[in-house]
């Protein structure tokens, strides 16, 4: 039997929310089929592995330096006793590799696949199993047209902008090196009203955005339905769930979106989780170099569907997978379609969608944009899926984003987005958010017609960072004027 990983403490929060709290486990999970230990690996070399990759991204994608990427952005995946076991770290930038050594022999590699980004290299393998692609924008260059569709800025503040008070708000998120805040973006009635960057990143650089891509996910999601292919009541085409008396048949889009698939999926979050169960598949998903999709939608029932919120990975990878079957069997290039469907309308001319080493996305974490890019994002779901007067997104879906989950016990949880049900953030209760490790955040703030982007490096994130956001955001808020709706 293997050992299992002491994870708790070193990665809990991986591509996560601030936790909330949560009941204790039900009957039914102590009932639910035992799940073997996933791996056919070890964990130390699954921490080297993902260390491999999310330094891969950060020099070829975010162009940033190893040194500060190794200490503010891979790190948590390695637990601190196999850190200090590291020997070498390598970074090959002619063949545009990254390597991680442990102890005298065990090493682990990433590769930038280009528009792909970085792919962790399967143990034994000599590449990744699948074809990657250019993935090129039909937009013209972002300096010739006007903000959204562009980066070109107005001169002047929409009305009811205070701007003295707004810029002493974003410099609240600043205040604290240690909070390693990299960008922050206001937009108001559809304006970049206040703009602001450190930590040696700009408004192009590609910023490590991780769980903010389940929000993206819901968006593709959103587009299909808009098109017709399915919708959120309709039981999830997994091919999978279909034989006869398999309960996962019961299992609908709507749960899926709303994380309460039911699926025995272990995370480090859930309440009941031990590390006795072994390393949790919601890490496996990121470090074991497998097909994600099939290690998600494979799992046996563990709750009744749509009766247990559980912030758990195989709900949106599930989506994922409908998604790129969707999209392959209409015929369209999965790897290019998201820029060709979504970001080509929006303004978006480059978002990094990192894949598993079989070309799944992995937008449960693997994903970079820039802050103007999440921004846009913001700024679709503020007008109802609406971009300049083209309807994009199914009437209707931001509100059912933004509406709590039924199976989640706190108010916290919508569709692939957060709520502000609970009021943690100094924002109105009908603020939504998209979120991720390392404080990455775009909040959608109806009541003031403001989006509001901040994104930072992983060690940053704490109670520190979290204190100075919601000041910041009370600033904000203070300094625009609410609408008329």
Not at 42 to 47: A, F, Q
Not at 328 to 357: C, H, M, S
Request: include cysteine.
């Amino acid at each position: 039997m293997r050992k299992p990983l002491a994870i708790l403490g070193f990665a809990t929060w991986i591509g996560c929310a601030p936790a909330t709290e949560e009941e204790p486990a039900s009957q039914e999970f102590q009932n639910a089929p035992e799940v073997p230990y996933a791996p056919d690996t070890t964990p130390e070399s699954l921490g080297i592995a993902g260390y491999a990759k999310v330094l891969c991204s950060a020099v070829f994608v975010s162009g940033r330096d190893i040194e500060k990427a190794k200490y503010e952005s891979g790190y948590f995946l390695v637990p601190d006793k196999d850190r200090e076991r590291v020997t070498d770290i390598s970074v090959n930038r002619e063949a545009k590799r990254v390597s991680v050594t442990l102890g005298d022999s065990l090493t682990r590699e990433a590769r930038y696949l280009g528009d792909q980004g970085c792919v962790i290299v399967p143990e034994g393998a000599d590449g990744v199993y699948f074809e990657p692609v250019t993935v090129e924008t039909s937009l013209p260059d972002a300096g010739a047209q006007d903000w959204p569709m562009g980066d070109a800025l107005p001169d002047s503040l929409p009305e009811g902008v205070d701007r003295e008070k707004l810029d002493k708000a974003v410099e609240l998120a600043f205040q604290n090196p240690e909070s390693m805040t990299a960008a922050m973006v206001v937009v108001h009635k559809g304006q970049i009203v206040a703009e602001r960057y450190a930590q040696g990143a700009h408004k192009d650089m590609q910023l490590e955005s991780w769980s903010m891509g389940k929000s993206l996910t819901a968006t593709l999601v959103g587009l299909l339905v808009r098109e017709g292919h399915f919708g959120l009541d309709d039981p999830a085409p997994v091919p999978a769930w279909q034989e006869e008396g398999d309960p996962r048949r019961e299992i609908t889009i709507r749960d899926l979106m709303n994380m309460s698939g039911g699926l025995h999926f272990t995370a480090p979050r859930d309440p009941d989780y031990t590390p006795e169960m072994g390393y949790p598949d919601h890490m496996f998903i990121y470090t074991g170099a497998v097909d994600a999709f099939e290690h998600s939608y494979s799992k046996p029932l563990q709750f009744p569907p749509g009766t247990e919120g559980r912030y758990r990975n195989s709900d949106p990878l599930t989506l994922g997978y409908i998604v790129k079957r969707t999209v392959t069997e209409a015929g369209e290039n999965y790897l290019r379609w998201p820029q060709k469907a979504l970001f080509d309308k929006i303004g978006i001319r480059e978002q990094v969608l990192e894949p598993d080493p079989y070309g799944n996305f992995l937008l449960t974490g693997y994903d970079y944009g820039t802050a103007r890019n999440w921004a846009r994002l913001g700024l679709l779901y503020l007008n109802d899926g609406v971009w300049l007067g083209e309807r994009l997104l199914p009437e209707g879906w931001a509100e059912f984003v933004s509406t709590p989950a039924p199976g989640w016990k706190e108010p916290v949880y919508g569709g692939l987005f957060w709520v502000n049900g609970t009021g943690e953030y100094s924002l109105p209760r009908d603020a939504y958010f998209m979120a991720g490790a390392g404080g990455q955040r775009t909040f959608v703030v109806p009541s003031h017609d403001l989006v509001i982007v901040r994104m930072g490096h992983f060690r940053g994130d704490g109670p520190v960072m979290r204190q100075e956001l919601n000041e910041a955001l009370a600033g904000i808020l203070s300094a625009v004027e609410p609408t008329d709706s």
